[in-house]
């Protein structure tokens, strides 16, 4: 498996990082020999050295290897992939669509392709001319977890997500203006690193709004101590711009935890709806503050939603499979993707 060369890094986790790392396990555990190769560099734009130490780690791979490449990786370098492609058995494995030439060349040369989403196997089918009988989906699992204790009031709202503009941390921080009079708390959890600008902005912005006591942005977490913020959250506030699925809308529903999130890509299919039909949490148009607000402003003041939301959440909390049903599901793609 080709990896993004940050894979492991703690100060720098990603949703598709962790996917990485739980099926390259996954995989072993299903009969295969799994050998791992991180391509370090700026990816999915990569300099010339990182193209060239991307070929070179194809290059030194056995004829009729089986290799599935991050889509990070692949997606960039399509040049190096088209060769190689003509006695290795390439299997693309997209997170996030980049919507490119580039990634349009790469995927062409891949004998398969696996999604991570419904939303994004469509969106690749209608992006690119590729044959939908050689793209699969695996969607992310996610472990079981004990429920969440909720507090009656429901303040503690957690934002889980890299802090960048694409995660829409600015819509957030408009919206919890304006519910400045009511009572609440926002744990921000996510990596500051990626756009430290965007950071000393939102920074300001909480400042003049009078939220900087109330907002605390923690940097990232993993383990146990983003266990911990799960555990003494009420509700989950994602306002991402767009989402290929969002892992962590699924990590919070594991604890039955609801969740107001944005009607955007992949993220309502992770939301799902629990055996009765119900949406467990709400769901807003991106970009839109007033819209977020008045999504906030009903979960604080509304005891009878929150408790339809909860009960909905543990409901779905029951639908959710674990990551041995994702690693099932890719290995089967791989077995099917390169048979011939």
Known sequence: M????DIDDPATPSGGNGYDRRICRGLGGAGWTVRE??????????????????????????????VLLDGLV????????????????LVVLVHMPLETDAEGDALAVAVGVVATSE???????????????????????VDPAPVGAGS??????????????????????????????LPWT???????????????????????????DRVRLLGPRTGEALAAAYAGADLLVLP??????????TEALARGVPVLGTDAGGLPEALGHAP?????????????????????????????????????????RGTLTDWAVTSSRLSAALKEATAA
């Open 186 to 212: 926002c744990h921000w959890v996510g990596t500051l690193a990626r756009d430290p600008g965007f950071v000393d902005r939102l920074r300001r912005q909480l400042a003049e709004s009078g939220l900087a």
């Open 240 to 249: 991402s711009r767009g989402e290929t699925y969002g892992m962590v809308v």
């Open 276 to 316: 009765d039909g119900s949406r467990p949490g709400l769901l807003v148009p991106p970009a839109d503050p007033e819209a977020l607000a008045g999504g906030l402003r009903r979960w604080l003041t509304d005891p009878g939603l929150r408790a339809r939301l909860r009960r909905s959440a543990r409901d779905r």
């Open 37 to 66: 190769h991180p391509v370090p560099g700026g990816w999915p734009r990569p300099g010339a050295g990182e193209r060239a130490a991307s070929a070179r780690v194809l290059a030194a791979l056995p004829d009729r290897a089986v």
């Open 2 to 5: 080709v990896l993004p060369g």
């Open 74 to 89: 692949a997606s960039a370098v399509p040049e190096v992939l088209a060769p190689q492609s003509r006695r290795l058995r």
């Open 152 to 181: 009656a009031a429901g303040t503690a709202l957690l934002c889980v997500a890299a802090v960048t503009p694409q995660k829409g941390h600015d819509v957030l921080a408009t919206a919890l203006a304006r519910v400045a009079d």
């Open 119 to 141: 939303w994004t196997r469509r969106r690749l089918l209608d992006r690119y001319a590729l044959p939908a009988e050689r793209v699969w989906t695996a969607t992310p699992g």
